[in-house]
């Protein structure tokens, strides 16, 4: 017979519950806030059913009413440093967080209701309801709520999609030498989605002060979590990790709190992350003014036992029994909530006019319809005074220098200038410099700034942007290959491309994303993709293409200056080219949507990037024909150069779009529709494009070959245009 032994977890983990004299022990200022933050936000959340009922509210409610005692014990003891992020069902920490930031974390249940407070509150159903006067001016609605100045760092429609950008700003409070911590809330359902999982070994590996606060109400819409996984104790996920772990009563605000306050010792310690489990109950369906028992999946039985439980009846019958409060005072607490939300909905609402006895939002509250586009990037006046230059018109002292080396030498020198600069990425701090030499001498160089990350893309894309949203530290995230944002691709366009747009405009996200294009390597078709057609038409990103290492240099600076998230394409063929840089110089910035015109013609306008302009030029030479030759340089819809295009286009009256990968992910098309919208009436014929196959390169060399564009498909590109020339 084999021998067995009980292995055990590196990590504690532990059920807490409170008893008749931590009641007693308990803070009286305390238990008087904990009460006062139940009430007021469950008064808001009555307002939001109430106001959802009406039709007012665009969009789904997701009431928290039930749930407030795992908010209100986790949050209370947070400072305004701290910080906090949520899901969809956030309102209860929002609410939390914003009314300890303008409280100073104590709240007087005799005097309530402060002019700040009111503030809060209205402010907060002004942007449930889509109007301007909201924290993110109407766009974030019930789902995005965000307040930096409180530590909100913004609830999260996407299950999970938060707590990777959490770890982020966790990284920043780290590293920036605070003792300050950040809770990530997220629902039973996250915990079996990769992008949690993922953060938590990545959170537990680099030991960042991150709470994964796992509200389990134990419903997804209708799905109970025993039905959708096998360990109902969903605490029991950070074993995996070597993370403590707490189980609590989330009907017991202070077991909450106690639990917290555990799992806070720990992380402000710098011992690293902690779960806190609650275990909750929302009393109302997924959305919206029914309970559950309406739509045939939870019993009304059900429903009564765990209303019986409610977290502000608890903390009442505690505060009464001590002596603390009696039953007119909690009447009066909660009358005072009830008024605070009487008078925010009568500065929001109106009667309507159109309907006897109705309601409607007051017309002058809606956001201008002019704000629609506003911040979906930045407007880019943090580039104004830079020294500019364009590679081709220095007439300095040149040097030979190798494009790879180019993308190391430029880092090094904005390291060595810029201490927020982080590199983060699979294997960037090995092998001298990555699996192409990117990074070469940089760990060596920037200890500790050169993070070499899990396999795990989503948690370190998202972690990338949580530090760029805090503001402290500016990431230079690596993708090993383009292919790999498809794994990331919820933290890469729903979370960082979104981000600044979708909570007001405003806030940065000033981070690089790096990856190259490796077709012809022979790395199939899960690893060779040209991702800039994908990036072009996501909202958010700028895109940059260098041709050579020159404008590499110029090109990578802007980006590293920017305040918006830039996706900086590479290509291998082009790494092991040597170019003329000017000598020693590796500070000025190519401007901002400004192409190059790299050959001169009037018989048609070659357009392309990245290592197919070489392609370009060979092809137009062997084919005699007069061409403009357009490297892009920058590829996204804000910076796009339609300025040098247009001249050319009116001067030539034809186009070719040359584009080396796969028809299907396409740069060109989106590009060829804009042209021909925006140059109709120039146009001799129609745009024609080269690309790549419909098929993804294989491994097959001649297969591979096949499947992408090379000078020879220009030159046939070419030969069309030609033929059309001939017919005007």
């Not at 996984?229 to 029991?236: F, K, M, N, Q, V």
């Not at 364009?390 to 993308?407: H, I, M």
């Not at 819809?637 to 009116?650: F, P, V, Y």
Request: glycine share 12%; aromatic share 8%.
């Amino acid at each position: 017979m084999p021998e067995r032994r009980r292995l055990d977890p590196l990590a504690p983990w532990v059920e807490l519950s409170t008893t008749a004299q931590d009641w007693a022990s308990a803070d009286p200022a305390l238990l008087a806030t904990m009460l006062g933050q139940l009430h007021l936000i469950r008064a808001f959340e009555e307002t939001v059913l109430e106001l959802a009922g009406e039709g007012l509210v665009h969009g789904p409610a997701h009431s928290s009413i039930g749930q407030e005692g795992g908010a209100v014990g986790s949050i209370v003891g947070l400072g305004s440093t701290d910080a906090i992020n949520g899901s969809h069902r956030g309102h209860h920490q929002f609410l939390a967080k914003a009314i300890n930031h303008v409280s100073g974390g104590a709240l007087d249940p005799a005097a309530l209701v402060t002019a700040d407070i009111q503030t809060v509150l209205q402010r907060t159903l002004a942007e449930i309801l889509g109007l301007a006067q909201g924290y993110c001016r109407g766009r974030g609605g019930s789902m995005h709520l965000q307040w930096f100045e409180a530590g909100a760092l913004g609830t999260n429609a996407i299950v999970g999609g938060g707590v990777p950008l959490a770890a982020g700003n966790a990284w920043a409070q780290k590293h920036a030498g605070t003792t300050d911590v950040t809770v990530s809330y997220f629902g039973d359902g996250a915990t079996n989605i990769g992008s949690v999982l993922e953060t938590m070994n990545l959170a537990s590996a680099w030991k960042l002060p991150l709470a994964f606060f796992i509200e389990n109400n134990l419903y997804a819409v209708s799905t109970t979590v025993a039905e959708s996984t096998g360990e109902p104790r969903l605490s029991a996920r950070a074993l995996g990790f070597g993370i403590p772990s707490w189980r609590v009563d989330g009907m017991d605000p202070l077991a909450v709190h106690l639990a917290t306050k555990e799992a806070e010792q720990v992380m402000r310690s710098g011992q690293g992350p902690a779960v806190v489990e609650v275990e909750v109950y929302r009393f109302f369906h997924q959305n919206g003014p029914y309970p559950g028992s309406a739509f045939g999946y939870r019993t009304k039985d059900e429903e009564a036992a765990w209303r019986a439980r409610d977290p502000l009846d608890r903390v009442a019958r505690e505060m009464i029994a001590l002596g603390q409060i009696d039953t007119a005072g909690i009447a009066a607490v909660r009358e005072q909530a009830q008024s605070a939300m009487r008078a925010a909905v009568a500065e929001l609402l109106e009667g309507d006019p159109e309907s006897a006895g109705k309601r409607r939002i007051r017309p002058e509250l809606w956001p201008d319809v002019d704000f629609v586009n506003v911040g979906v990037r930045g407007d880019a006046s943090e580039l104004n005074g830079l020294r500019t230059l364009e590679p081709t018109d220095y007439r300095g002292e040149l040097e030979t220098k190798k494009f790879v080396d180019a993308v190391a030498a430029v880092m090094d020198r904005r390291m060595a200038e810029d201490a927020r600069i982080v590199v983060l990425g699979e294997d960037v701090h090995r092998l001298n410099g990555g699996t192409n030499g990117a990074t070469k001498g940089l760990a060596k160089k920037f200890p500790g700034r050169v993070l070499g990350t899990p396999i795990s893309e989503n948690a370190f894309a998202g972690l990338g942007g949580g530090m760029a949203l805090d503001g402290r530290y500016r990431p230079v995230v690596e993708f090993m290959y383009p292919d790999f944002m498809w794994v990331a691709a919820d933290q890469v366009f729903n979370q960082i491309g979104k981000a600044r747009h979708m909570f007001g405009g405003e806030n940065p996200v000033p981070l690089v994303l790096r990856t190259k294009v490796a077709m012809g390597s022979g790395y199939g078709s899960q690893h060779l993709m040209d991702p800039a057609g994908i990036f072009a038409t996501s909202p958010g990103w700028r895109i940059v293409a260098p041709s050579s290492a020159a404008d590499y240099i110029g090109l990578m600076n802007t980006a590293l200056a920017l305040q918006d998230p830039v996706l900086v394409i590479e290509h291998v063929d082009l790494y092991a080219e040597s170019g003329e840089v000017p000598a020693g110089d590796l500070d000025y910035f190519i401007p901002l949507g400004k192409a190059a015109l790299r050959r001169e013609g009037t018989d048609v306008t070659v357009i392309s990037y990245l290592s197919m302009v070489k392609h370009s030029l060979e092809a137009v030479e062997q084919t005699g024909m007069s061409a403009d030759v357009i490297d892009l340089r920058w590829l996204d819809r804000a910076s796009i150069d339609w300025d040098t295009i247009g001249t050319s286009i009116r001067k030539t009256n034809s186009v070719l779009i040359v584009e080396q990968g796969a028809r299907g992910t396409s740069y060109g098309a989106w590009l060829s529709d804009e042209i021909q919208r925006r140059f109709f009436d120039y146009l001799d014929q129609p745009v024609e494009r080269v690309t790549g196959g419909e098929a993804s390169p294989s491994i097959s060399r001649v297969l591979e070959r096949a499947a992408i564009a090379r000078t020879e498909d220009v030159v046939a590109g070419l030969e069309i245009i030609k033929l059309g020339l001939g017919t005007r």
